[in-house]
Each structure stands twice: as structure tokens, then as C-alpha cells.
């Protein structure tokens, strides 16, 4: 397993502040704080269950309302991600997850391939968690995506409690983050690609 994949990143808008840093080769731990009690909860959810340590500090326009600061945590977290594969070499570059939780079942799939896309079949049968407005949650992943280059299909198959629907999507990403990003032993000096490089175009 190769030392030092790690990345720290800083983001700076009129409308939000945002500090990020992770270890991939971490065990889960995690220090978050985003100002939004939701978020925060789901970031430890991620960095606990992909075993990535993470550190997330936000402060954002929340007197607004919570958009601009999900939003930017997600291009925060894929950056700082990306940045800690460099260029990817040996990683199993796939990873996919079913997560039952409850009543709920939800499937991730994900391809680490630098080719931003996400397919969101997931619906909420409530605008708000708390606070927290549930078309969001499609926010912060479509920015998780684009930045981290993450080919990223999430699917609620089923389930009725809107709080399980939401964590079991960030569970099942974080499981599928997890094997995707893990070293391949037998091809630990290879990109995982005919091309010879994710560096975007098919590969």
C-alpha cells in the first residue's frame, strides 16, 4: 500500500470557505464541521465507512439557506480525493455497494475513470429533512463527481423513511469509494486502463 495519499485543499468563493483534507489510506477517522447538523452527519458516514480519514471545515452563507455550502463541501471532498490519486496508478478503479438500511435498499456503482457523470435515481417523499432541503443530497453528489473524475451511478431500489434513503446513498458511496480506490496487488504499477492513463476520453 503506497504512503502518503493524501491531499489537503482550500476553497474560497464569496459565498462560502471551505477546508478539506484526506488520507486514503486512513481508518475512518474524522473532524467535520460544516455548520449544517445533516451534512456533517452524512461526511462522517462517508469518511467512517470508506475508511478515509477526512477533515471538513466550512463556514458558508447559511442565513441564506444551506445550497451553496453542501455544494461546495462536495467539490471540496472530490477535489482533495483526486488530488490524494495523483495519477491513479494501481488503484481497482471500480467499486460498487449494495446498502440496506432498514426498509431501504440502495445501489452504488462507481468508476474512478477521470469522466465525470452521475445518474441520480433517487426521490425523496419530503422537500426537508430537519433543515436540511432533500434535493441537496443530488447537489453534493453531482459536485463529488465532477471533481473527484468519478463515473457515479446511485439507485434507491426501495424504502419509505427519507432519512435511510439519504444515509444509505452516502454509505453505499462510501463502500464503492472504498474498493475503488483500494491498490490492485497484482497490477499495483499499472493504470487500470487499456489507454494506460485515466486522464479522461473512454479508457
Same mark, same amino acid.
Given at each position: 500500500m503506497p504512503e502518503g495519499r493524501r491531499a489537503e485543499i482550500e476553497r474560497t468563493t464569496k459565498e462560502?470557505?471551505?477546508?478539506?483534507?484526506? !488520507?486514503?489510506?486512513?481508518?475512518?477517522?474524522?473532524?467535520?464541521?460544516?455548520?449544517?447538523g445533516f451534512l456533517d452527519h452524512m461526511m462522517e458516514q462517508l469518511s467512517r465507512h470508506s475508511l478515509i480519514d477526512l477533515?471538513?471545515?466550512?463556514k458558508g452563507d447559511l442565513h441564506i439557506d444551506y445550497h451553496h455550502t453542501t455544494e461546495d463541501s462536495g467539490y471540496v471532498v472530490g477535489e482533495a480525493v483526486a488530488q490524494a490519486l495523483g495519477n491513479r496508478v494501481g488503484i481497482?478503479?471500480?467499486?460498487?455497494?449494495?446498502?440496506?438500511?432498514?426498509?431501504?435498499?440502495?445501489?452504488?456503482?462507481?468508476?474512478?475513470s477521470n469522466r465525470p457523470y452521475l445518474v441520480w435515481r433517487v426521490g425523496f417523499t419530503r422537500p426537508k429533512?430537519?433543515? #436540511?432541503?432533500? *434535493?441537496?443530497f443530488r *447537489?453534493? #453528489?453531482?459536485? #463529488?463527481?465532477?471533481?473527484?473524475?468519478?463515473t457515479?451511478?446511485?439507485? !434507491?431500489?426501495?424504502? *419509505? !423513511? !427519507?432519512?435511510?434513503?439519504?444515509?444509505?446513498c452516502f454509505k453505499g458511496l462510501?463502500?464503492?469509494?472504498?474498493?475503488?480506490? *483500494?491498490?490492485?496487488?497484482?497490477?499495483?504499477?499499472?493504470?487500470?486502463?487499456t489507454k494506460g492513463t485515466l486522464s479522461g476520453g473512454l479508457s
Open positions: 462560502t470557505t471551505i477546508k478539506g483534507a484526506v !488520507n486514503l489510506d486512513g481508518d475512518g477517522q474524522y473532524n467535520v464541521s460544516t455548520g449544517i477533515d471538513l471545515q466550512a481497482s478503479r471500480y467499486g460498487s455497494a449494495l446498502i440496506p438500511m432498514d426498509e431501504t435498499l440502495t445501489r452504488v456503482a462507481i468508476d474512478m429533512l430537519g433543515e #436540511f432541503d432533500t *434535493e441537496l *447537489e453534493w #453528489f453531482q459536485a #463529488f463527481a465532477q471533481s473527484a473524475g468519478a457515479l451511478h446511485i439507485e !434507491n431500489l426501495y424504502g *419509505e !423513511n !427519507n432519512h435511510h434513503i439519504a444515509e444509505s462510501a463502500r464503492a469509494l472504498r474498493q475503488a480506490i *483500494e491498490i490492485d496487488p497484482r497490477k499495483a504499477d499499472a493504470v487500470p486502463s
